[in-house]
Structures are given as structure tokens and as C-alpha cells.
């Protein structure tokens, strides 16, 4: 692991300008800067030193380099972080924080946009070895009328998540009359989801997590969308594997290790558990707390609860040991100096996924926030 600089030297020298568009943001080489006195804080650390780059002649500050820049109550970031995958709500969540649900929110999407560069830095960029374990997780935006799937590649040994995104779906299955009549209405209004938003979503997955010109072992069901998406992929080699949803989930199907992610997934995130009001709103959200998990699941959470194994990352020999909430959130992570952060990912860390049901999508500015 190589974090751009560690926690304890925050206040010694700043690594590289913070401003994404500064020709020293990607290389700091012969970048120059000067110190331009202090400010003061209510909370620690009190005392932060400002600074002025040479070349662009923005301001910044000792704090732009932590991921509690900008918050006025950075304590929040570590308890919430270990709530989200504690199966809390958000409402919840705040009050035992006492503070506005809005709050938590936006501190959950803080985190997600963190845990998404923190994976896409730390996760391995060739050809994974291991057989490579695909699958829908099924869950829902807004209500019941707007299933989605969120599409996890997780590795057959090691358990490691290598990546997901999401698909919107459209609601099937059984309905009663009055069901069947709203959900035209609801299509009405805006519009139906794309029949063909699976295959291109693990399209998009596939082409991120296998490099091209590599060879995988991919385990998945019997979807009919997978056998399309790797079809396209023609400059890498697929060795597709299916095994029927009806096969018992045990150890011994070849499709534990998504199995398992599904149901730790479903056991650790309120707003995916069944029967719950604490359901996301938008998918974007659940995106975002998605993030949150896969690297609490990679570099947390051990692989078996009762034997230690040690973390998916450190089968995967990328991690020497399992980390601290702390150890993950900081330093800051920007978005400018990870290259792969493009396409569904670059939409998806800035907020860009929208839910049709909902007209307005509030979107992130890199502007101030991390
Ligand atoms: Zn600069």
C-alpha cells in the first residue's frame, strides 16, 4: 500500500498542489510553494498551517490533504463508517450521533467517494488468476417498482470484490391487477428501463476488471444478459462456467464466493435487508454504500468468521494485514490522480447515477469536497 502521505506528517510537507487543474496536482516535481501563516480551528488540530502554491497561486491548507476537509464535525467519519456496514440506518445512525439524517447522508456519499478511489488505487490492475465469480445482487431504488441489480465480480479463492456497478430493472415477476396498472403509469412518467442494462453493465464490469489480452475462469448462473456482454469482448479470453441458480448455495458451489458476498451484504447493509423502510432511495446512494462495504469486506473483514484466514486483499498478497477504519480513511484520495477513474466510474463517483422516479438528481461538484 502506498498512501499519497501518511496521517502523521499532515502537518509537514504537503505532497503536491491539491488543485486538480495545477500542472504540479500529478507530478510535484520541482513544485514550489510558500507558508502563509496559520488558522486557527474550534477542533483539533487547532492550529492548521496555510500555504500559497507558486505555480497556480491558490491557497490551501495542511487540512485539504485529510478526508475531514471542509467538515465541521470530522469525528463523525470513522463511527459512521463502522454503522454503514453494521446494518444501521441512516436515521438511526443519526441519532445516535444527534445530528440530521442529511448529515449522516452526506457523509455516507463522502465515504463512498473515498472507498471508491481507495479500491480503484489499491486493487490489482492485470489479469486477475483466480476464477473470477459473477452476480446480480438484487435489491431496489425508490420502491418495489424500481428493482435494480448490483453486479459483483468477487474472486473464487480469495474473496476478494475486484468491482461492481448497477443495473435498472424492470419490475416482473407477479403483480396484482392495481400493481400492474401503476407500474405502466409509473413507465408513463419516466420512461422504462433499458432491456438491455445488464448486458451492458457487465460489459462495462468485465472490460474494467480484465485488462485486455487476458484469460479468465468466470463463473456465473444461467443469465441470459452474461453470454452477450462477454460475446463483445473480443480482445479477451472468457472461459464461461454456468451453474443453475437452483443448485444449493453451499460451500461447494461454484458460485460461493458471490453467495457469500450477497448475504454478508445483505447482513451488514441496512438498505438492503428484506422488509425494511431503511431501502435506498436512490442508487446511487446504495452505489456509494456499496463502496463502503467492498473495501470494508477487502481490507477489514476477515475471509471466516471463526477461523482467522485473514482479508480477501491479503489472499489476494496485496495486503500484509487487516486494516483499521482509520488506516483507510486517510489521506484524502483525489479523484484527478487516479487514472482509471473513467467511464461508469468516473459517473459513478460523481454522483451521475440517477433514479428515473426521482426528477431532480443531485449531483457532486469536485469543486470544494473530496
Ligand atoms: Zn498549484
New binding site residues.
Partial sequence: MQPDMSTSSLSRRPPF?P?AG????LDPTGWKFHRKGFYHRDRPPRRVQRYR?T??R?YFSSQTFSITYWLRRPELLEPIFKSLVSCSGFRQIARNHEVSHTTIRRLSDRLGRHCLLFHERQRPHVCPTEPLVLDGFRSFEHSQYWPMDLNLVVGGESLFVYGFNDAELRRSGTMRPAQAVKRGVLERKFGRPDPQATRKRVEELLRRVVPPGGTVVLRTDEHQAYPRAIRRLRDRRFLHEQTSSKVARTPGNPLFAVNLSDLLIRHSSANHKRETIAFSKRRQSALYRLAIWSVWRNYVKDRSENRRRGTPAMGLGIAKRALRTRELLEPRLFPGRVRSLRGWLAECYFGRITTRAIETNVTHSKKYAA
Avoid at 22 to 25: G, L
Fill in positions: 498542489c488543485h495545477c500542472e504540479f496536482h502554491c505555480h497556480c491558490r
